[in-house]
């Protein structure tokens, strides 16, 4: 019985009132963007108190039309921590219920547990891996510092990209087990080429980089924690308003070095994503 209230569409909301926010700023709207941030900071609170359940260390699916926590396990409550809405201090269980065998497929995270009743690998989102979805997750495992899982699932997805057809990620695929298969299955009549498919592979570059934007102060903010099977990774023309970067990223030992080859060196400013972020969230300068 609807309305249904999703949860990662909250996070969308909050989300889009903190980044509207930002724009206030740069326009020098002051009561515009303070309205929004506090819009979006008692969204914050409210969604906790309505979605969050203590006893899964998971947030609900949906509400029902009376409000009721539908706890079914899907892949849903990663796009919250992408969206920021999570309270630090939950992220930790949200990551680990993700990750967990139910989840994770080995390809990428399920749309669904195995574990449902309703769980079909085979199907459109009762248990297949998107890619999109899954890069989604990846910014926000960054975001909240679980630099571990976020190179797992992009491990997943790289090597599941290295068996189709010039290495092209599809819409979707199917969420077998990897143990139990040599390969990822696609799904028949999933679109590849496909826009967010195709995006997926960049929003999981990003991850792993750690990089963020703010064109209004002129600064390109990173975090780079490259994995061991990703050792070098050079951007070429990376803008930013209306300045160009080439940025140089390599392992060293346990550690990611980087070297600015073309652009001021000086608007390059490597902070903790968490870091950057609340800040962000806020409405404060990076410090």
Known sequence: RGPKALCELQGYVYDAWLRMAEIYDALENSDQATSLREKAHQLYRRFDEAFWDEDSGFYAYMLD??????????????????????????????VARLMARDMDSGWGIRTLSSRHPAYNPYSYQNGSVWPHDNSLIALGFKRYGFTDELNQIARGLSEAASHFLLNQLPELYAGVERNHAGFPVQYLGANVPQAWAAGSAFALLQAILGIYPDAPRERLYIDPQL??????????????????????????????????????????????????FEALRKGQPVA
């Open 65 to 94: 039309g009376d409000k009721r926590k539908v706890m079914t396990v899907a892949s849903n409550p990663g796009h919250l921590l992408w969206s920021g809405i999570v309270p630090p201090e939950r992220a930790a269980r949200v």
């Open 227 to 276: 994995p061991h099977w990703l050792p070098d990774v050079t951007l070429f023309d990376l803008r930013l308003g209306r300045r160009h970067f080439d940025i140089r990223f390599w392992r060293e030992g346990q550690e990611t070095q980087f070297e600015v080859l073309r652009g001021d060196k000086h608007l390059v400013d490597r902070q903790p994503a968490s870091e950057v």
